[in-house]
């Protein structure tokens, strides 16, 4: 089945830096990938995803990258501010109703 | 408006009660999940329900007892549980199976449970 690395694990970050989080997976046949946000006490909120056949999306002050080739993606957080501090997962899925987590990232802004 | 809604919130349960997590949707959507998560964890799928029918079972203790009554309902019973099932229990639910590449799915907020 597939398998989702992501790292770092924890990241912490100067408020109106830059955040990168990343995500490997193993499966060539995995064409989505969602990445959620989890506040303390909180499902995770889908904050943005992206399909196999697009290589970068951009929401204001979020980015995700896809790399095929690489069977990498990265979430790319421009501008932190406090309030982006939370847990972060990315997900693969090869379709249908299966969907693969990676082991999630703390992300603290530091004001 | 996407929006899955569960309750409770917060249960505590001893080991020889039986009580049940409810949750709905009302986007249209044909699949509906339970994913269990321990703190710092990511979610753990437990159930999928495709068009009202179970279709994926993660090999769950029969103590959790899933339920889909309709296409907006889902529920969890829960029986005879132990504490190391205290944990967050999340309901999602997506467009369902036939959605092609990428079914996006919507998480509730969670109940939180606790088996004492």
């Known amino acids: 089945g597939e398998n989702v690395e992501q790292h770092p694990s924890t990241l912490s970050v100067q408020e109106g830096d830059s955040a990168v989080i990343k995500c490997t997976y193993s499966?060539?046949?995995?064409?989505?990938f969602p990445w959620y946000k989890q506040e303390l006490g909180k499902g995770p909120q889908l904050i943005i995803d992206?399909?196999?056949?697009?290589g970068e999306k951009k929401d204001q002050r979020i980015a995700v990258t896809l790399n095929k080739t690489a069977k990498h993606f990265s979430l790319h957080i421009t501008e932190t501010q406090p309030e982006d501090s939370a847990v972060y997962f990315c997900?693969?899925?090869?379709?249908?109703?299966?969907?693969?987590f990676g082991t999630g990232t703390s992300l603290t802004v530091i004001p | 408006d996407t929006e899955v809604t569960q309750t409770p919130k917060h249960l505590v349960m001893g080991m020889t009660n039986k009580k049940s997590l409810k949750c709905e949707q009302h986007?249209?959507?044909?699949?509906m999940y339970w994913y269990k998560q321990k703190a710092k964890k990511p979610p753990e799928l437990m159930f999928v329900?495709?068009?009202?029918?179970?279709?994926i079972n993660e090999s769950v203790p029969s103590r959790f007892s899933p339920e889909c009554p309709n296409s907006s309902l889902l529920n969890l019973h829960l029986h005879a549980l132990q504490p190391e099932d205290s944990a967050l229990y999340l309901c999602?639910?997506?467009?369902?199976?036939?959605?092609?590449?990428?079914?996006?799915?919507?998480f509730g907020e969670g109940s939180w449970l606790t088996v004492v």
């Open positions: 999602a639910s997506s467009q369902g199976p036939q959605g092609g590449s990428g079914n996006t799915i919507y």
């Open positions: 499966d060539s046949a995995s064409n989505y």
């Open positions: 992206i399909r196999s056949n697009v």
């Open positions: 997900a693969a899925s090869i379709g249908g109703n299966q969907f693969y």
């Open positions: 986007m249209g959507h044909r699949a």
């Open positions: 329900y495709s068009y009202e029918k179970l279709s």
